[in-house]
């Protein structure tokens, strides 16, 4: 079956604007996890959901970002009034269910640039 | 805090020769450790993961081993091939909030070069 998915693969933005960056999981996982990776740098927890509820959103920078997930499948990250230092590798992963030894999935990521 | 720290940042090999990578962690309640590979432009993909009761595991010509006393992990790659180039990290799960919580090192650079 098909891994997990994020569109756009890339993103160029202007200082100021609104993006939202999409991931879709592998089909029938329920946990799904959004990471930021910085160039050189080692992926960043963001958020975490547990069916279509934030279980755990604790990684979030600030009010800027926010993250849904209205059905249990498909997730959406949301940042406005995007600032330079929001320009990283935006990752999403999924896991059929959130135990300790389960193996997460990653997206090929969004490439997210802010001019 | 919890931390993951990764030594050498970046390695260059030639194919066929073995190498070893470094991984130490302070972090708490401990869970799980995990190497992952990332290829250029691509997500992270999951190669071993340990328990705090499991010295090694093997998958394929990667093998890495734990030592939850010193808190000290490595990836061993046998044989290295011209694939093996990419990004090897090192995650650690943090047994917090009922679900893995993973703590990324910030990876070391292997190139494999002919």
């Known amino acids: 079956g098909a891994g997990v998915s994020q569109t756009p693969s890339n993103k160029v933005t202007e200082k100021g604007k609104y993006v939202e960056l999409r991931c879709d999981p592998i089909s029938g996982h329920t946990a799904l996890y959004w990471y930021r990776q910085s160039l050189g740098q080692g992926p960043e927890f963001l958020i975490y959901f547990q069916g279509t509820g934030a279980a755990d959103d604790s990684g979030l920078p600030n009010d800027r970002f926010f993250a849904v997930r209205p059905e249990g499948s498909v997730s959406t990250l949301k940042i406005q009034r995007t600032e330079r230092g929001d320009s990283a590798v935006y990752l999403c992963?999924?896991?059929?269910?959130?135990?300790?030894?389960?193996?997460?999935?990653f997206g090929p990521g969004t490439r997210l640039l802010v001019l | 805090k919890n931390q993951v720290e990764q030594s050498p940042q970046s390695l260059i090999i030639l194919e066929g020769k073995n190498c070893t990578l470094q991984?130490?962690?302070?972090?708490?309640?401990?869970?799980?450790l995990r190497w992952y590979k990332q290829d250029t432009g691509r997500g992270p993909v999951s190669l071993t993961i340990m328990t705090f009761s499991e010295n090694t595991k093997s998958n394929g010509r990667y093998t890495a081993t734990l030592d939850a006393d010193t808190k000290q992990s490595s990836l061993h790659i046998t044989a290295s091939q011209l694939s093996d180039s990419a990004s090897y990290i090192c995650v650690v799960s943090v047994a917090s909030g009922g679900y893995n919580k993973l703590i990324f090192g910030a990876g070391t650079r292997l190139a494999v070069h002919p």
């Open positions: 991984c130490n962690y302070t972090v708490s309640p401990f869970s799980n």
């Open positions: 992963a999924s896991s059929s269910t959130a135990e300790y030894q389960e193996t997460q999935y």
